[in-house]
Nanobody, 129 residues
Framework: QVQLVESGGGSVQAGGSLRLSCAAS????????MGWFRQAPGKEREGVAA????????DYIDSAKGRFTISRDNARNTLYLQMNNLQPEDAGIYYC??????????????????????WGQGTQVTVSS
């Protein structure tokens, strides 16, 4: 059974950094997409960044480019999201998810969420101005 557990959220001031982690277990796929999504109060869940395995291809929404980095440690079965220069608009609950269906859809499209079949419980990110 696939399980995803996020950690690393917290409260920071604008300009600060956080690194989110997503520990994966029970993943039976060799080829898959893993992504980070976020949901702010009153807003729809949106994609932030995606990682395509085994190639290691990454994809970001425009607002994350140059500030966020998605990566995966295969030995630890963990997906990371390094977030630098955080802004108040980055706040929300961050979820990681996995999809075995390929290819990985472009992360900025709202329909991309439907590709992902397993989700973690989320971790809260708060950014104060």
């Amino acid at each position: 059974q696939v399980q995803l557990v996020e950690s690393g959220g917290g409260s920071v001031q604008a300009g600060g950094s956080l690194r989110l982690s997503c520990a994966a277990s029970g993943v039976p796929y060799r080829s898959y997409c893993m992504g980070w999504f976020r949901q702010a109060p009153g807003k729809e869940r949106e994609g932030v960044a995606a990682f395509s395995a085994p190639a290691g291809t990454t994809d970001y929404i425009d607002s994350a480019k140059g500030r966020f980095t998605i990566s995966r440690d295969n030995a630890r079965n963990t997906l990371y999201l390094q977030m630098n220069n955080l802004q108040p608009e980055d706040a929300g609950i961050y979820y990681c998810a996995i999809a075995s269906d390929r290819p990985c859809l472009t992360i900025r499209f709202s329909d991309t969420l439907r590709q992902y079949t397993h989700w973690g419980q989320g971790t809260q990110v708060t950014v104060s101005s």
